[in-house]
């Protein structure tokens, strides 16, 4: 059965986000993550790392981030889902991707080369999501370029699923993908043009 780690920065969330008040940043970051968690745990043991005590359903496992960056967050969840004997492949996906659906991390775990990695880059060349044969395969090498950093790291396959590729850090992005969000961020959304309009 596939293992998944979804990491979560949790109380100041999507920054980029900021022409939003923190309240309402908060509230889609939330959304989003709910949607990401509906379509990680149809297909396999979901843990999300982040910062603080964070709503999560009842079959997905809490790790704590040791705060100090994405990397380290994706291993400590990685560590933890190992010692709990949970089965290859991991997935890593990033809780900003409210498109995502079973589908789509499916095709990721069945794009994993044999001991290598499935990628799913970002528009900007970061990743929003990967897939690993093996959880030993992981680096820390996030950040501008990461993909194709985590390319290097052994046999790898592109994915370009639309709903993976597309993660959303502006109101642009919210805007231009509202046909594809999820229910949980779709809801978000309108409650937020709800109290805009009252």
Known sequence: MTTLVVPYRGSDPKRRLEPLSRGDRVELAEAMLADVLAAATAVGRVFVVAPDAVSLPEDVTHVLDPRRGQGAAVRAALDAASAEG???????????????????????????????????????????????????????????????????????????????VDDVDTLDDLARLAARLGPSTTRAVIARRIREAA
Do not use: M
Request: glycine share 8%.
């Open 86 to 164: 949970t089965a290859a492949p991991y997935l890593v996906v990033n809780a900003d991707l409210p498109c995502a659906t079973a589908r789509d991390l499916l095709a990721l775990a069945g794009a994993i080369p044999e001991h290598g990695l499935a990628i799913a880059a970002a528009a900007d060349g970061t990743t929003n999501a990967l897939g690993l044969a093996d959880q030993n395969v992981f680096e820390p090498l996030y950040g501008p370029g990461s993909a194709e950093r985590f390319a290097g790291l052994a046999e790898s396959r592109l994915v370009a699923a639309p709903n993976l």
